[in-house]
């Protein structure tokens, strides 16, 4: 691919993923929208497992480790392809996302293991 397609197509890039991003948070908005306004008191337990106090626990542990990766994350300027990178809030997002992810991944692996041995 020559060159001088690729600005064009970097455009329609970033557009389809501001796109698809505008649509995947409007959904998510209004699928908790609508499971918050249909859900009864009796669905919180499901075959004896306290199903709605683990969808909490999920979410409450999703914010507060997001929230510690942030303040944990490094301020420090990263050069890249020789540019350098100062900016902190994006530096600090940026590590909050890498080390987020990697907990969630070693989470799922755990989790995978704890239920596979389990009885």
Known sequence: ???FVSPFLADVMLGLMYLVTAVALGVTAYSVWHGMRTRRKGDDIINGVPAGKIGWCVAIG?????????LLGSSKPVM?????????LWLRLTDMFIYTSILLILGCFVSAIVSRFRS
């Not at 914010?63 to 990766?69: A, G, H, M, P, Y």
């Not at 890249?80 to 902190?88: R, S």
């Open 1 to 3: 691919m020559n060159s």
């Open 62 to 70: 999703l914010v507060v480790c997001l929230v510690l990766t942030f």
């Open 80 to 88: 890249t392809n020789g540019i350098l990178y100062t900016d902190a």
